[in-house]
């Protein structure tokens, strides 16, 4: 099966932009949709980004999805970073079988 | 607006089954996908599987022969059932609700699973 790679951590500032990219290490990126959770510090994650780019409904417009086959990677892009933000964040993709691999969480540092 | 509670004991002794419950409401467990997730202590996520109302489970390779899911469309409850535990499957439990196979849209609140003689 293919793995799904994220930095561990990054940082930023209010007001600036971030992206978190997901690497899949075999495996076309596009075969299979990505999804994006966000999991703030003692909760429960929440959706963020399903089918590579959409947004749940109340989910804000700073928060976008992609996907690049040159990378072979997806990525999260939050814009005006908010304090708010700091979280972990996970991709997660699925196989031919329909099982479900996530990728390791990236920490987001707003400071 | 659907709601997911997890419940089940906190503590469970090495060899034994873990069994959790999923209690739905705000909707009907008769539609959608229904999944299970853990969450090692200070670790990212781990999918365990899931399942849909016509019986059909998928279930992760690396637990599949300890891996039993139901659905209880009585009570509106999914369930979890976890055989031979050892420390490894010390972890927070999440439920979810799938619009599809591949995603979540709801997440219960989690319930913390400690294994332990």
């Known amino acids: 099966n293919f793995m799904l790679t994220q930095p561990h951590s990054v940082s930023e500032s209010p007001g600036k932009t971030v992206t978190i990219s997901c690497t899949r290490s075999?495996?076309?990126?596009?075969?299979?949709?990505v999804q994006w959770y966000q999991q703030r510090p003692g909760s429960s994650p929440t959706s963020l980004i399903y089918?590579?780019?959409?947004?749940p409904s109340g989910v804000p417009s700073r928060f976008s999805g992609s996907i690049d086959s040159s990378s072979n990677s997806a990525s999260l892009t939050i814009s005006g970073l908010k304090t708010a933000d700091e979280a972990d964040y996970y991709c997660q993709s699925y196989d031919s079988s329909n099982r479900w691999v996530f990728g390791g969480g990236t920490k987001l540092t707003v400071l | 607006q659907v709601q997911l509670q997890e419940s089940g004991p906190g503590l469970v002794k090495p060899s034994e089954t873990l069994s959790l419950t999923c209690t739905v409401s705000?909707?009907?467990?008769?539609?959608?996908?229904w999944t299970w997730i853990r969450q090692p202590p200070g670790k990212g996520l781990e999918w365990i599987g899931y399942?849909?109302?016509?019986?059909?489970?998928n279930n992760n390779p690396s637990l599949r022969s300890r891996v039993t899911m139901s659905l209880h469309t009585s009570k509106n409850q999914f369930s979890l059932k976890l055989s031979s535990v050892t420390a490894a499957d010390t972890a927070m439990y999440y439920c979810?609700?799938?619009?599809?196979?591949?995603?979540?849209?709801?997440w219960g609140k989690g319930t913390t699973v400690t294994v332990s003689s």
């Open positions: 705000g909707g009907s467990i008769s539609t959608y996908s």
């Open positions: 089918d590579d780019s959409q947004r």
């Open positions: 979810a609700r799938g619009a599809v196979a591949y995603n979540i849209d709801v």
């Open positions: 075999s495996g076309s990126i596009a075969n299979n949709y």
């Open positions: 399942m849909f109302n016509s019986g059909y489970t």
